[in-house]
């Protein structure tokens, strides 16, 4: 019918208008309206189709052809149109939805190409094309697809529109380059507060703190801006990091007074920033007045009470989400996991772990370190590798995260494997890494893992790889705190000494306070209370750990008045005095013979300072006692113990009847342990050596066999003394030594010199029924007597002798070096695995309470 009212000779205009006329009649419904009425892509293409097959596709058709495939999410076919669309302004609309969909759909790599197309086609974007374009460069950081774009907004002129600039600036930030987006925002020729917005945004997640509030502090005061909400949560999350609570709080009042707290990004940002600040308290005001709460704000609160060490707050709100069904994320689980692997709780950890992934929520790097890490403090092997293998079968994209470092979860793979006692595994990992790709963590989780749980020469060793002229990374505080560990562990006071040098060669500012009290740690059981005290006394800033750590030297070196004098002025100070700091004043009391003293402040607990006393309290007091020789009130303390004894207690009381021969308490001692089923080597050694100062030798048979028959090894002895050229280890019996048959010489000689001035050895413990010749070779082999041997030979004239045991010293030995310290111009400083020993001019700091 149409072909028949067609006029073929017509004029191109009055043929295309009789055309669309005749369908209007013939088809009235097919309008732009009823175009935009469709409510699927199937009727949208069945009226493309009739437009198509009565040739009457106009321009105007076409574009809410394009409008409606748009809106049903039809966007390929919207392109296909598009593309032969001749360029117009108006038509620009349409690129622009259709790249702004994309976008939506989280394609920014489409709304590129999609730009391109648009732009070999001959249109030309307007300043809504280009907002658009920078967002989706900056969300894939395409600093080179947002150079190109940012010139074609310049050759076009839209550079010069507010929008236009903020959306470059915003893009450049994305992207990570700042002096761009600095540079970008100088060159505006006019600004609002997004602009402001903009660019303070781009210094806080830049890592430039205080230069936001420096930008914001110009917006309000030299420009003139009033912030709005949105600038408030770009401004609090910097004043967390610097640490400006003054400033913080301000923010809070304005918040109030401009009623801005209503906004709930505002609410969880304040949250945030008391959190971060520790101010709990203040945190939880906000968070109690929020009329309108998500996920965020929840998360803030947990993971604040987390850190701050506020578990049970922590725990509550955790489990308070779970009563009120909310929504949790990754991040709530991962806080709440985080809480309990800092308190020490592994399993709790890991049950939360498991309740997280049955809810099907995929872990992330922040949740396995923590559960790594809970794994670590209760040794949790197997539960450990589980998560290994998890993270080997489930990888995680850090780079996605946001983060760009996927070592953290290597790294504390390697600080669990360690702390489980299988340093092998974490050496494995840790070479299995190349140099480029090993951290400064790295090297301090492998070096701490040998020198907390392994080998703490290895520890020093890999410490000295660290400075190779390949190695790029150097140590930092917390490596140089790890081996300052290990150099305690071995008494290698020459090492921590060159390791103090570095520390204040290398720190810009002070030496952090955690370094600082590890080295009055290391000075103090390397032997050297005097430096340890030097230290004590140059800190500017002290805590409960320096107080307690000198106060513990004091205590090993037998230095009990110093002890407490430290004691009381902390408490005078008014540091909070818990269980550790006095089971330390005991344990001074105890190794300095103070038995008045030690029984008040055990007496004074409580009232004193709030501790009531625990197991290890009272095994201190026992050990008091008992050195003392008042073994009946040890035991009648232990019979009024208001928990059940446990070994540690019995063993302290072994310990002090093999020093006074009391064979018949020692024996109840021993079967006290024996029904707790300890199999402590200790305990059976302290017997075998009772019955032998005793002479009940078929006793000690006895105890030996039933040591061997249970699979029960005792330790074996070994000593090592620091020289000029480093430390060496003497074990017993040590007969390969390079310069043996030089150590023994020198043994033999002054052994011989002390029995002409009185020394009389102790052999029965361990040399009944041998003639004098074996007598001397048995003695000879104690590893403490080669190692002053050994010292003698190699220490200069003058200078400290300095031994370390790995037991306690023998009664011998302490007689032998008391007189060995009459005749030699060496000051002897033994430590055993109890205390200090400083022998000089024929007398022993421990003035026999050891």
Same mark, same amino acid.
């Given at each position: 019918?149409?072909?028949?009212?067609?006029?073929?000779?017509?004029?191109?205009k009055? *043929?295309q208008?009789?055309?669309?006329s005749?369908?209007?009649?013939?088809?009235?419904?097919?309008?732009?309206?009823f175009? *935009?009425?469709?409510k699927?892509?199937?009727?949208?293409?069945?009226i493309?189709?009739?437009l198509?097959s009565?040739?009457?596709l106009?321009?105007?058709? +076409?574009?809410h052809l394009?409008?409606?495939y748009i809106?049903?999410?039809?966007?390929?076919?919207?392109?296909?149109?598009?593309r032969?669309?001749?360029?117009?302004?108006?038509?620009?609309? *349409?690129w622009?939805?259709?790249?702004?969909? $994309?976008?939506?759909?989280?394609?920014?790599n489409k709304?590129?190409?999609?730009?391109?197309?648009m732009?070999?086609?001959?249109?030309?974007?307007?300043?809504?094309?280009?907002?658009?374009?920078?967002?989706?460069?900056?969300?894939?950081?395409?600093?080179?697809?947002?150079?190109?774009?940012?010139?074609?907004?310049?050759?076009?002129?839209?550079?010069?529109?507010?929008?236009?600039?903020?959306?470059?600036?915003?893009?450049?930030?994305?992207?990570?380059?700042?002096s761009?987006?600095?540079?970008?925002?100088?060159?505006?020729?006019?600004?609002?507060?997004?602009?402001?917005?903009?660019?303070?945004?781009? $210094?806080?997640?830049?890592?430039?703190?205080?230069?936001?509030?420096?930008?914001?502090?110009? /917006?309000?005061?030299?420009?003139?801006?009033?912030?709005?909400?949105?600038?408030?949560?770009?401004?609090?999350?910097?004043?967390a990091?610097?640490?400006?609570?003054?400033? !913080?709080?301000?923010?809070?009042g304005?918040?109030?007074?401009?009623?801005?707290?209503?906004?709930?990004?505002?609410?969880?940002?304040?949250v945030?920033?008391?959190?971060?600040?520790?101010? /709990?308290?203040?945190?939880?005001?906000?968070?109690?007045?929020?009329?309108?709460?998500?996920?965020?704000?929840?998360? &803030?609160?947990?993971?604040?009470y987390?850190?701050?060490?506020?578990?049970?707050?922590?725990?509550?709100?955790?489990?308070?989400?779970?009563?009120?069904?909310?929504?949790?994320?990754?991040?709530?689980?991962?806080?709440?996991?985080?809480?309990?692997?800092?308190?020490?709780?592994?399993?709790?950890?890991?049950?939360?772990?498991?309740?997280?992934?049955?809810?099907?929520?995929?872990?992330n790097?922040v949740?396995?370190?923590?559960v790594?890490?809970?794994?670590?403090s209760?040794?949790?092997?197997?539960?450990?590798?589980?998560?290994?293998?998890?993270?080997?079968?489930?990888?995680?994209?850090?780079?996605?995260?946001?983060? !760009?470092?996927?070592?953290?979860?290597?790294?504390?793979?390697?600080?669990?494997?360690?702390?489980?006692?299988?340093?092998?595994? &974490?050496?494995?990992?840790?070479?299995?890494?190349?140099?480029?790709?090993?951290?400064?963590?790295?090297?301090?989780v492998?070096?701490?893992? $040998?020198?907390?749980?392994?080998?703490?020469?290895?520890?020093l060793?890999?410490?000295?790889?660290?400075?190779?002229?390949?190695?790029?990374?150097?140590?930092?505080?917390?490596?140089?705190?790890?081996?300052?560990?290990a150099?305690?562990?071995?008494? &290698?006071?020459r090492? =921590?000494?060159?390791?103090?040098?570095?520390?204040?060669?290398?720190?810009?500012n002070?030496?952090?306070?955690?370094?600082?009290?590890?080295?009055?740690? /290391?000075?103090?059981?390397? =032997?050297?209370?005097?430096?340890?005290?030097?230290?004590?006394?140059?800190?500017m800033?002290?805590?409960?750990v320096?107080?307690t750590?000198?106060?513990?030297g004091?205590?090993?070196?037998?230095?009990?008045?110093?002890?407490?004098?430290?004691?009381?002025?902390?408490?005078?100070?008014?540091?909070k005095?818990?269980?550790?700091?006095?089971?330390?004043?005991?344990?001074a009391?105890? *190794?300095?013979?103070?038995?008045?003293?030690?029984?008040?402040?055990?007496?004074?607990m409580?009232?004193?300072?709030?501790?009531?006393?625990?197991?290890?309290?009272?095994?201190c007091?026992?050990?008091?006692?008992?050195?003392? =020789?008042?073994?009946?009130?040890?035991?009648?303390?232990?019979?009024?113990m208001?928990?059940?004894?446990?070994?540690?207690?019995?063993?302290?009381?072994?310990?002090?009847?093999?020093i006074?021969?009391?064979?018949?308490?020692?024996?109840?001692? &021993?079967?006290?342990?024996?029904?707790l089923?300890?199999n402590?080597?200790?305990?059976? +050694?302290?017997?075998?050596?009772?019955?032998?100062?005793?002479?009940r030798?078929?006793?000690?048979?006895?105890?030996?066999?039933?040591?061997?028959?249970?699979?029960?090894?005792?330790?074996?002895?070994?000593?090592?003394v620091?020289?000029?050229?480093?430390?060496?280890?003497f074990?017993?019996?040590?007969?390969?030594?390079?310069h043996a048959?030089e150590?023994?010489?020198?043994?033999s000689?002054?052994?011989?010199?002390?029995?002409?001035?009185?020394?009389?050895?102790?052999?029965?413990?361990?040399?009944?029924?041998?003639?004098?010749?074996?007598k001397?070779?048995?003695?000879?082999?104690?590893?403490?007597?080669?190692?002053?041997?050994?010292g003698?030979?190699?220490t200069?004239?003058?200078?400290?002798?300095?031994?370390?045991?790995?037991?306690?010293?023998? =009664?011998?030995?302490?007689?032998?070096?008391? $007189?060995?310290?009459?005749?030699?111009?060496?000051?002897?400083?033994?430590?055993?695995?109890?205390?200090?020993?400083?022998?000089?001019?024929?007398?022993?700091?421990c003035?026999?309470?050891?």
């Open positions: 019918m149409i072909r028949r009212l067609l006029i073929p000779n017509a004029a191109a009055s *043929h208008y009789i055309k669309v005749l369908f209007s009649t013939l088809a009235p419904e097919i309008t732009p309206p175009i *935009h009425k469709c699927t892509i199937s009727q949208v293409k069945l493309h189709q009739k198509l009565f040739g009457i106009t321009l105007n058709l +076409t574009s394009i409008s409606t809106s049903l999410g039809c966007l390929s076919h919207a392109v296909s149109l598009l032969r669309f001749p360029p117009s302004d108006a038509g620009v609309y *349409h622009n939805s259709l790249i702004r969909s $994309y976008g939506k759909d989280g394609r920014a709304c590129l190409s999609l730009f391109c197309l732009h070999s086609l001959s249109w030309t974007p307007d300043n809504y094309t280009f907002p658009f374009v920078f967002k989706a460069c900056g969300e894939i950081s395409s600093a080179r697809c947002g150079d190109s774009a940012h010139a074609l907004s310049l050759v076009t002129g839209f550079i010069s529109n507010v929008f236009v600039g903020n959306a470059l600036v915003a893009m450049y930030s994305r992207c990570g380059s700042l761009d987006a600095r540079k970008v925002f100088d060159e505006m020729p006019v600004w609002d507060v997004v602009t402001w917005n903009s660019i303070i945004e781009s $210094y806080a997640k830049l890592g430039k703190p205080k230069m936001a509030l420096e930008m914001f502090s110009k /917006m309000t005061n030299e420009f003139g801006f009033r912030p709005d909400d949105i600038t408030l949560v770009n401004v609090l999350p910097p004043c990091s610097v640490g400006t609570r003054s400033l !913080g709080k301000q923010f809070h304005f918040a109030v007074t401009s009623e801005m707290i209503q906004n709930m990004f505002v609410g969880n940002c304040l945030d920033m008391y959190a971060k600040f520790g101010m /709990m308290d203040e945190a939880n005001t906000v968070f109690s007045n929020m009329s309108v709460k998500d996920v965020v704000s929840w998360n &803030a609160m947990v993971a604040g987390s850190q701050i060490g506020r578990f049970e707050d922590a725990v509550r709100l955790f489990e308070k989400m779970q009563e009120e069904k909310i929504k949790m994320d990754v991040v709530t689980w991962s806080a709440a996991i985080s809480g309990y692997a800092q308190r020490g709780l592994g399993y709790e950890a890991l049950g939360v772990c498991r309740q997280m992934l049955s809810f099907g929520i995929k872990p790097e949740t396995l370190i923590s790594l890490s809970g794994c670590a209760v040794g949790a092997l197997m539960h450990g590798k589980e998560i290994h293998c998890y993270s080997i079968k489930y990888p995680i994209d850090f780079h996605r995260n946001g983060h !760009g470092d996927d070592n953290m979860v290597i790294n504390q793979l390697i600080d669990m494997y360690a702390k489980c006692k299988k340093v092998d595994i &974490a050496r494995a990992m840790f070479d299995s890494l190349s140099p480029k790709e090993r951290d400064v963590v790295t090297w301090t492998m070096i701490g893992g $040998y020198s907390q749980h392994g080998d703490a020469n290895k520890a060793e890999l410490l000295a790889e660290m400075f190779e002229e390949d190695c790029q990374t150097r140590p930092n505080a917390f490596t140089i705190s790890c081996a300052l560990v150099c305690a562990s071995l008494a &290698a006071l090492i =921590g000494k060159q390791i103090h040098a570095y520390a204040l060669r290398n720190q810009q002070a030496v952090p306070l955690f370094v600082s009290n590890c080295l009055i740690d /290391m000075y103090a059981k390397c =032997g050297d209370i005097g430096d340890a005290r030097l230290v004590f006394d140059n800190m800033e002290k805590n409960e320096t107080w750590s000198l106060m513990t004091y205590g090993m070196h037998g230095y009990g008045e110093e002890a407490l004098g430290i004691f009381e002025e902390m408490r005078r100070i008014g540091f005095l818990d269980g550790v700091t006095l089971l330390v004043v005991l344990y009391c105890s *190794h300095s013979g103070m038995i008045d003293q030690g029984m008040e402040y055990f007496n004074r409580k009232t004193d300072c709030g501790v009531s006393p625990g197991p290890e309290h009272y095994a007091l026992v050990d008091l006692l008992g050195r003392a =020789g008042r073994l009946n009130e040890a035991l009648r303390l232990i019979e009024e208001p928990m059940e004894p446990p070994p540690v207690v019995w063993v302290a009381l072994l310990s002090c009847c093999r006074h021969g009391k064979v018949e308490l020692g024996e109840y001692a &021993a079967k006290k342990i024996t029904e089923a300890s402590n080597d200790g305990s059976y +050694t302290l017997l075998s050596n009772l019955y032998a100062n005793a002479g030798w078929k006793d000690v048979t006895r105890i030996r066999s039933l040591m061997r028959h249970k699979g029960i090894k005792k330790r074996p002895g070994c000593s090592w620091e020289g000029i050229k480093g430390t060496t280890t074990f017993v019996g040590d007969k390969t030594h390079p048959k150590i023994y010489q020198v043994l000689d002054h052994m011989q010199r002390i029995k002409d001035i009185g020394y009389v050895p102790e052999t029965g413990f361990a040399l009944h029924d041998v003639d004098d010749e074996e001397d070779d048995l003695l000879f082999e104690h590893s403490e007597k080669l190692a002053l041997a050994y003698i030979l190699t200069p004239q003058g200078a400290a002798i300095r031994i370390t045991k790995n037991l306690r010293v023998c =009664g011998d030995c302490h007689t032998a070096f008391t $007189y060995m310290s009459r005749i030699i111009d060496h000051e002897i400083i033994l430590r055993d695995s109890s205390r200090f020993h400083h022998f000089k001019k024929g007398s022993c700091s003035k026999g309470y050891w």
